[in-house]
């Protein structure tokens, strides 16, 4: 039972939608209420701040991939578009100088 209620705790994406400070002060209660001896209450919480920041690291990149698709479908440029143009109108900028 107890492991069960624990790896619920872990589930990423319950993870990632609190903050750190919320998983740290739940996991420390936690640790407490099921009476872990201090190297268990330690590894659990470091445990659950492992799973935190797995999990915001891949709720991010989730969340960038979803905006890349949003602005490919709706036809805009994104910031490697972006940088390329300013390159080459750099480019043309230092050609110009150059013959005049």
């Not at 698709?69 to 805009?76: A, C, G």
Request: with cysteine; aromatic share 4%; net charge negative.
């Amino acid at each position: 039972m107890l492991e069960t209620i624990k790896n619920t705790l872990l589930s990423g994406v319950g993870m990632a939608l609190r903050s750190k400070k919320e998983i740290e002060t739940f996991a420390k209660e936690f640790a407490e209420q099921s009476e872990m001896n201090q190297k268990e209450a330690k590894e659990f919480l470091e445990e659950c701040k492992k799973r935190y920041d797995d999990a915001k690291s891949g709720l991010d990149k989730k969340i960038e991939e979803v905006v890349e698709s949003v602005l490919k479908r709706l036809d805009l440029p994104n910031r490697g578009d972006i940088d390329a143009l300013n390159a080459r109108i750099d480019a043309l900028s230092k050609k110009i100088e150059k013959d005049a």
